[in-house]
């Protein structure tokens, strides 16, 4: 092993430095070629890379499985046969494995049912549909041959009915569905979190702070299924009790419990900006005669306007790609209606109950992953503007630039 | 004029204080319920039994175990490339280099994906590509790792907790002072020593914290693993990494909404979601203290 390094380094020494002088010429001055930091350097760059790779990762194959929508075919039928006729797969494909058909079978039959649909309790029936479906070649070359033509062109309706006969896949009423949910949970999350972040950045004392700010970053900490289970079990009821509206679970219910997981977002970022805001400027405030709140009011609070803004951006992201409060608490049926007390169906909500009962390879199943692209473009956006646009105005204000 | 100040600055502080209690009220109000709900079926038993009758009796071990095997793997995943990650970010990558810029924008990115992406990604990418793929080639096509299991969903939540482990480490190299590295450089250390025998070792707690933080936010999402290896029930604990496992977030979700008798297992419901609120807590409570004592400890 040693011998081995001296080698290395001779070799090395060889091309950098080829009479080695005594004294600190610029020469000896120079770093030598180590084989192990070398190796180190590379390998942590390249690991470095991952967090991009699986980015990129992400966006390629979601994309890849809803390609088969954009496929265009010459046989332009709408009506989907396959799945009104199951034994047609039988008969295909006698060599393949007989417990995935019948797990389809299951499914078929339960997809000849749009009347449950929406109801959240018909949206997995038993265990074994959760196993099924991954055997997905022979039912993509089927979907390939005739599902996939209405697909395109039933986007821009307003019927979500992805299992009926004649499935149409309006992404109206879910896009309609996620923004009332979204705005609902902002309205109520943004001014609880920007003031609940005024009082701890510009009026609570040191002490005060170290307390607060830890409390309510544990909300953060609440899986999201327990807030879900909270407002499906106890919200909703004490809701309905109150208010008196008709559906237990619907928009104002999802939005109240998604606003219970924006809040930390919403509240630690905008703290962050409240306090990144120069102590000369509230030193100026305060010299030229203006109280605490005053300063707080007109002078933090303005400053920091970008950086709230970046916070809301964030907390609607949040909301908007929250999955399993909206499963729980929205009560799932695809509904347009400006009515906050009507039940809702978001994007995220879809994906998440429609999944497990989807055939691989089908057309519903590429617009399930084509609703998940969008789901990714969109927070990816917020994202970056929220990380360039806001963050540069940010910095630029406090400069004085 | 003095006094209507006065009282708008008094009405100004309370009421961006009455937010704070608010909020504060909410997550007592929220655990509280918990706890109430689950106080008669909340016992050692629970903790300690398999679900019996159809899921509305017996305890949630199968849940408990299944949820920390995913919960290992996915460390196990995680952490080292997140704290290489960060190792590069903090003493490798120059303040200026735009792929350190890039690299920072992914894990934010990477931070805010929504967490169903992550389910996708899991089922379109791990079981769909990389399992066929290898069931293709080394077992000529016969399904095993093609399908849903406890390993696609570890890596598929060592992705959504990458950032989080990437962060607090990163946080943790950025707190250890400068005069440690150049001590250690000027003694003749190369770089690669000084960051294995200086900083490393000491920024250990905040690896620690990272760790514990994934593993409080792997233990509470249920999407990811919604259709990339959690189980509605199992009679047995997963025996390799290519079965499928029950989960405590994903058996709430079952139970309260996928049930027959949600009003019977009730109890079941509220005393599964207090186990899953008191991990959560607790790991968080020891990320805090980790913290904070590393920030003492520092200045």
Redesign the interface.
């Given at each position: 092993m040693a011998s081995e390094n001296i080698n290395i380094e001779n070799t090395a020494a060889k091309y950098s430095s080829p009479k080695p002088k005594s004294g600190f010429t610029k020469e000896n001055l120079k770093k030598k070629f180590?084989f192990?930091?070398f190796f180190?350097?590379k390998?942590?760059?390249m690991?470095?890379?991952?967090?991009?790779a699986?980015?990129v990762?992400?966006f390629l194959?979601?994309f890849?499985?809803t390609l088969p929508i954009f496929k265009a075919s010459p046989v332009q039928t709408i009506v989907n046969n396959e799945q009104l006729v199951p034994e047609s797969y039988s008969s295909r494909d006698t060599e393949l494995?007989p417990e995935t058909y019948g797990e389809i079978n299951t499914s078929e039959s339960n997809e000849l049912k749009p009347e449950q649909y929406g109801v959240?309790?018909d949206?997995?029936?038993?265990?074994s549909e959760?196993?099924s479906f991954?055997?997905?070649e022979p039912n993509r070359n089927i979907a390939n041959e005739n599902n996939n033509q209405g697909a395109w062109k039933t986007f821009n309706t307003k019927d979500w009915y992805p299992v009926s006969d004649n499935p149409r896949f309006g992404f109206w009423p879910l896009i309609v569905g996620t923004f009332k949910v979204t705005i609902i949970a902002i309205l109520i999350a943004a001014?609880?979190?920007i003031?609940?972040a005024?009082?701890?950045s510009?009026?609570a004392s040191r002490r005060l702070r170290e307390i607060?700010k830890?409390?309510?970053e544990?909300?953060a900490?609440?899986?999201?299924?327990?807030?879900?289970?909270?407002a499906?079990?106890?919200m909703a009821t004490f809701f309905q009790d109150v208010l008196g509206y008709s559906s237990r679970l619907n928009a104002f219910i999802g939005g109240a419990a998604m606003a219970?997981a924006a809040?930390p977002v919403i509240?630690t970022i905008t703290e962050d900006a409240l306090s990144a805001v120069p102590k000369s400027y509230t030193e100026a405030s305060l010299a030229l005669g203006a109280?605490?709140?005053?300063t707080?009011?007109f002078i933090i609070l303005p400053a920091a306007t970008p950086g709230i803004f970046a916070a809301l951006l964030?907390g609607i992201?949040?909301v908007?790609?929250?999955?399993?409060i909206a499963?729980?608490a929205t009560g799932n049926a695809a509904l347009i209606s400006a009515n906050p007390f009507d039940s809702v169906r978001t994007l995220?909500a879809t994906?998440?109950a429609e999944?497990?009962e989807v055939v691989f390879g089908d057309t519903h199943y590429s617009v399930?992953?084509l609703i998940?692209s969008l789901?990714?473009i969109f927070?990816?956006m917020?994202?970056?503007i929220a990380?360039f646009y806001i963050k540069g105005k940010l910095i630029r204000k406090i400069q004085g630039r | 004029m003095r006094n209507k100040k006065d009282i708008k600055g008094a009405f100004i502080i309370g009421i961006t204080a009455s937010s704070v209690i608010l909020i504060i009220s909410i997550i007592l109000l929220i655990a509280g319920i918990i706890i109430y709900g689950s106080r008669e079926s909340f016992s050692w038993e629970f903790l300690t039994s398999f679900p019996t009758d159809g899921m509305t009796k017996g305890g949630i071990l199968p849940a408990i175990i299944g949820t920390a095997i995913m919960v290992i793997i996915m460390s196990v995943a995680a952490v080292p490339f997140g704290t290489i990650t960060a190792i590069y970010l903090t003493e490798y990558a120059s303040e200026k280099s735009i792929l350190a810029k890039i690299i920072r924008f992914a894990v934010r990115t990477l931070a805010v994906v929504p967490s169903i992406i992550f389910g996708l990604f899991g089922l379109g990418f791990f079981i769909k590509f990389v399992g066929q793929g290898m069931d293709n080639v080394f077992l000529g096509g016969e399904l095993k790792w093609a399908q849903p299991n406890i390993l696609w969903a570890s890596l598929t939540m060592s992705l959504l907790t990458l950032p989080v482990v990437i962060v607090s480490v990163e946080e943790a190299l950025r707190n250890v002072p400068k005069d440690l590295r150049q001590a250690s450089l000027a003694l003749g250390a190369t770089k690669w020593q000084t960051i294995r025998k200086i900083v490393l070792p000491s920024s250990v707690s905040g690896i620690l914290t990272g760790t514990i933080l994934a593993i409080s936010r792997g233990a509470g999402e249920v999407a990811p693993i919604l259709f990339t290896g959690a189980a509605y029930y199992l009679a047995t604990l997963p025996e390799s990494v290519s079965d499928q496992f029950m989960n405590l977030g994903y058996h709430i979700y079952i139970m309260s909404t996928q049930s027959s008798n949600v009003e019977q297992t009730l109890p079941i419901q509220f005393a599964t979601t207090l186990v899953l609120l008191m991990l959560t807590f607790l790991l968080n409570l020891t990320a805090i203290i980790l913290r904070s004592r590393l920030r003492k400890k520092i200045i």
């Open positions: 180590r192990s930091e180190a350097e390998i942590i760059t690991v470095a890379f991952l967090s991009i699986v980015i990762l992400i194959f979601v890849r499985e494995k959240i309790t949206t997995i029936t038993s265990e959760n196993i991954y055997d997905e001014p609880i979190a003031l609940a005024l009082f701890t510009a009026f607060i830890p409390a309510i544990l909300l900490s609440f899986p999201s299924v327990v807030i879900g289970f909270f499906l079990m106890v219970l809040i509240y109280n605490k709140w005053q707080a009011f964030l992201g949040r908007f790609g929250e999955t399993m499963l729980m995220s994906i998440g999944m497990a399930l992953f998940g789901l990714f927070t990816f917020l994202n970056a990380e | -």
